[in-house]
């Protein structure tokens, strides 16, 4: 099996390992707090569905979720599904040869994409920073899709931008505070979004992952952010019994929906 902290190097001499460690760097720019929410969110997996839960990682792309999972708990299983192809390269890399982890390519909007998966129902339906790239409409229609994959006490978990509009004096004087300190980091190194697909355009394994992946999503899509509520009455009016945040931040909040 594959030790997903252990730093290896596939025999076509790509590192996986720099490649994570260089997309969790990227992200935390943008989010300096993302390892608390996925400490929160795997203390709520082990929590509802035991030391060994069958998960669906939703939009799972280098396999964030997937490799905090597997270190904290050794005896889960989990199925990633994505549609870029690039980031479904970098999982597969780091996950080969790992019988725990299955990989799907899908794509969400699909109406069929339920049925590319190897499993009818999970313990545990997990995702982050994703589903804002989906409108209200078919992100609604997704979770009735996700409602029919979580088994009776299953859980689902979104951790996602979810914007306060009713506060808007807060939310300027975050932003404009975010986005110095982003600044800060910037100056001192970091490489946001469109740095790291340059980089990973110019390496020889992803440059062709990384232009179908242009060619899929453009530049990058913008979908809706609707409110905690509206994420926990959708979740209600889809068969989830209970459905409220169990960690937030200013601008972010990780919603738990029971079934």
Same mark, same amino acid.
């Given at each position: ?20 460690? =260089?997309?969790?760097?990227? +992200? ?11 400490? $929160? ?9 035991? #030391?060994?839960?069958? *998960? ?28 870029? #192809?690039?980031?479904?390269? $970098? ?29 009818? =129902? ?9 589903? %804002? ?5 078919? &992100? ?9 994959? *979580? ?11 979810? $914007? ?14 975010? %986005?110095?300190?982003?600044? +800060? ?20 394994? &992803?440059?062709? #992952? ?5 060619? $899929? ?9 609707? =409110? *905690?509520?509206? %994420? ?17 931040? #200013?601008?972010?909040? &990780? ?5």
């Amino acid at each position: 099996m594959t030790d997903t902290n252990t730093e290896t190097t596939a025999s076509d001499g790509t590192d996986w390992a720099a490649w994570q460690r =260089s997309w969790d760097r990227q +992200q935390e720019w943008y989010m300096p707090d993302r390892e608390e929410r996925f400490r $929160i969110m795997l203390d709520m997996v082990e929590a509802l569905a035991g #030391p060994t839960p069958r *998960v669906l990682d939703l939009a799972c792309g280098t396999g964030t979720i997937t490799a905090r999972l597997l270190d904290r708990l050794p005896g889960a299983t989990s199925t990633g599904v994505d549609l870029d #192809p690039a980031l479904l390269a $970098i999982a597969g890399g780091t996950f080969a040869g790992d019988d725990r982890v299955t990989l799907v390519a899908a794509d969400l909007k699909d109406p069929e994409w339920t049925a590319r998966l190897p499993h009818g =129902s999970y313990d545990a339906v997990l995702t982050a920073t994703a589903l %804002h790239w989906l409108h209200s409409e078919p &992100l609604a229609a997704l979770y009735g899709q996700i409602a029919g994959l *979580v088994r009776d006490g299953g859980v689902f978990m979104n951790a996602d931008h979810m $914007i306060d509009d009713s506060t808007p004096r807060i939310n300027a004087a975050e932003r404009a505070q975010r %986005h110095v300190r982003m600044e +800060q980091a910037k100056a001192a190194g970091a490489v946001d979004w469109a740095q790291w697909w340059a980089l990973a355009a110019q390496d020889p394994v &992803l440059a062709g #992952p990384t232009a179908r992946r242009f060619e $899929i999503y453009g530049e990058h899509a913008e979908g809706d952010t609707p =409110s *905690v509520g509206w %994420h926990a009455r959708v979740l209600r009016e889809h068969g989830f019994a209970e459905a409220r945040p169990v960690w937030c931040s #200013p601008t972010d909040t &990780l919603l738990l929906a029971l079934k």
